[in-house]
């Protein structure tokens, strides 16, 4: 069974940087898709970013520009570096990869749940 575990979530002030990793157990990451969610408080989960088989990045619209999907060296490590956060990024962000949740290349149509590997969150707070 392989396992998403995702760090780096911290509370910061707005216009601060954080940058969330997420690791896996095995080398899950060498042939599927890998993508970004989040959950603000009181809201539906949200896709925010995606990287692509083919190496192409998607990300929602209100981040572009400001967060940035990267796979790291090691086949296991997926990255989202988050600059000039602001309050409205406030959530618990979320992990995936591999899956039917890779049908899709378009952000706003992604699903957590239909992807193979899903982590189990870091809180990420952004204070105004």
């Known amino acids: 069974q392989v396992h998403l575990v995702e760090s780096g979530g911290d509370s910061v002030q707005a216009g601060g940087s954080l940058k969330l990793s997420c690791v896996a157990s095995e080398d899950t990451f060498s042939g599927g898709c890998m993508a970004w969610f989040r959950q603000a408080p009181g809201k539906e989960r949200e896709g925010i970013a995606l990287l692509g088989i083919d190496g192409n990045t998607k990300y929602k619209e209100s981040v572009k520009g400001r967060f940035t999907i990267t796979h790291g060296r090691a086949q296991n490590t997926l990255y989202l570096q988050m600059n000039s956060l602001r309050p409205e990024d406030t959530g618990i962000y979320y992990c995936?990869?591999?899956?039917?949740?890779?049908?899709?290349?378009?952000?706003?149509?992604?699903?957590?749940?239909?992807?193979?590997?899903r982590g189990q969150g870091t809180q990420v707070t952004v204070s105004s």
């Open positions: 995936a990869a591999d899956g039917a949740g890779c049908m899709t290349d378009k952000v706003s149509t992604m699903v957590l749940t239909l992807f193979r590997y």
